[in-house]
């Protein structure tokens, strides 16, 4: 585990150079990582059982394996994680998370109604408090998301191999039911692969076909590239106007590492939002 969190530093180090536009970000997705890593050893055992006799009848029936809405979690790790990672925005902006991290740990703010509103993508209308840079409040976002990722990886890890076996055709993650955002090309065949942000996991998914609605005529199906780049693209349906972001490595033969991927494609992001695509 330690060489590959040192082979992504690595990776991320070379886009730095690559993409100096990217420079910040990936600069905040380094020091996530590395405390990612920590809490990964630091987690006992998973905060969410899986009950195995239910996993067959959740995958054939489009069930993610954990629904965050039911059951009593122990959000002990996730919230010390959570305040570790506000330190990242904290030293970036000195007071902006300041007053959040102390109403969490007071009690005042509850914190698995935040958990459940960032992960259920409910618009927070206390964006006030939460500071006014937007950058600070995307920044509380994806710590929301990344506190419960050492979490749901230990589902992953254990019954990832389950899950995979299942042959889960759904658009949504098997393991959590987020929406993916970006996904890849993989192997000799062309095989697609979405990813989830929140778990880590991917799982095979049909070219043509939309995740989102489940459309799978090829007319209403498209994709574009930018500037003829053909390592990357978005996928976009033209029935429900979503759109996926997809990575094709295979003609440099490099394992491309998601969690990076997303965060050095937010061109894209503002590309399809631009043209209408959400
Ligand atoms: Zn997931
Ligand atoms: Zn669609």
């Excluded at 658009?171 to 778990?199: A, D, H």
């Excluded at 880590?200 to 007319?219: M, S, T």
């Amino acid at each position: 585990m330690a060489k590959m969190l040192k082979d992504t530093l690595k990776t991320i180090e070379s886009y730095k150079t690559q993409s100096p536009h990217y420079e910040e970000l990936l600069a905040i997705l380094e020091e996530i990582l590395i405390l990612r890593e920590e809490y990964r050893r630091k987690m006992p055992e998973s905060i969410f059982p899986v009950d195995e006799r239910l996993i067959s009848s959740k995958m054939e029936g489009g069930l993610p394996l954990i629904d965050l809405s039911q059951g009593d979690y122990d959000l002990t790790q996730p919230q010390a994680y959570f305040l570790d990672l506000l330190q990242i925005a904290e030293k970036r902006a000195p007071g902006e998370t300041k007053e959040l991290a102390g109403k969490i740990k007071s009690g005042e703010e509850d914190f698995k109604e935040m958990l459940l509103s960032a992960f259920y993508g409910e618009q927070e209308d206390e964006e006030g408090e939460r500071g006014e840079e937007d950058e600070t409040f995307d920044l509380i976002d994806l710590f929301l998301e990344e506190c419960l990722r050492p979490s749901f990886e230990k589902v992953v890890s254990g019954y990832g191999d389950v899950v995979l076996k299942s042959k889960w055709s759904e658009g949504y993650c098997p393991v959590c039911g987020k929406e993916p955002k970006i996904g890849k090309i993989k192997e000799e065949e062309g095989t697609r692969f979405l990813f989830c942000n929140q778990c880590g996991i991917e799982w095979p998914f049909l070219r043509i076909k939309c995740p989102f609605c489940g459309n799978e005529e090829q007319q209403t199906l498209a994709y574009f590239t930018v500037e003829d780049d053909e390592r990357y693209r978005v996928d976009v349906c033209n029935e429900c106007k979503r759109y996926i972001k997809i990575v094709d490595f295979r003609e440099t033969k490099e394992e491309p590492n998601l969690d990076i991927e997303d965060i050095t494609t937010l061109h894209l992001d503002i590309l399809a939002t631009e043209e209408g695509y959400d």
